[in-house]
Structure formats: structure tokens, C-alpha cells
């Protein structure tokens, strides 16, 4: 018996939607991705998290989440890379003393996933 389906903001969030495709992507769902986010993201809490039943907010999954699933295709080294990568290059010093490194960065002042300004690290 299905209740009414609970929204919450949190829900419209980017690292939301990255979270339900790491669900849907995984082949053990809810358990596979709790594993792999590990101690303090629970299956019982993501499950909660998912449906919209969370008592509390969700900061420190949220967080996680993004530092475990979140990835670009990096356009310069051809790979996937994680967000936290990419944040670093191109917000970090100018490698001046590294050719290939200046290289990359420069590609990161023009690449699509460049990360926003803010610190927080969440997009619009």
C-alpha cells in the first residue's frame, strides 16, 4: 500500500539526482551504494533519503555522494575524473613549473564542467 510521494528540497538538488543514478546504476541498488559510501550512510538511511522520509537533513550524504559518484569526462585527459579533481586544477595555483599541468589547466578555464565559484560546490 503506497502512501502519498513525499518532496522535499533537498530532492531537487544536484547531488540528489547523481545519488539516484548511482541506485539505478548499481547492480545491488541501495545496498551496492551504501557499501561503497560506507560508514554513516546506511542502507536504511539512504532508502529514507530516496523516498522522501528523512527526518533530518541529509549534509553528510550529500557530501559524500558527490565525493564518491560525482565524475566528469575530462575533455584533455580523456578519462573520467572526479568533481573534487577537477575543483582543484582549476582553482588551485598555476603549475608553472609543470608543462602538461599548465596545459591541463588551461583547458579547465574552458572546459563545460568547469565547477562553480561559489565554495560550497553546489550548481544552480
Known sequence: MNGPKIFRTYMRERWFG?????????????????????????????????SGAYPAQPGKVARRVLDVYDAYRCPYLGA???ASFCAETARGPVPTWDPAALDLRRCCQTCP???????????P
Do not use: M, N
Open 18 to 50: 547523481v545519488f539516484k543514478a548511482a541506485v539505478e546504476a548499481d547492480p545491488r541498488g541501495l545496498q551496492g551504494v551504501a557499501e561503497r559510501l560506507g560508514r554513516g550512510c546506511g542502507r536504511t538511511a539512504l532508502s529514507l533519503i530516496l
Open 80 to 82: 573520467d575524473v572526479q
Open 113 to 123: 564542467h568547469q565547477p562553480p565559484s561559489s565554495p560550497s560546490g553546489e550548481t
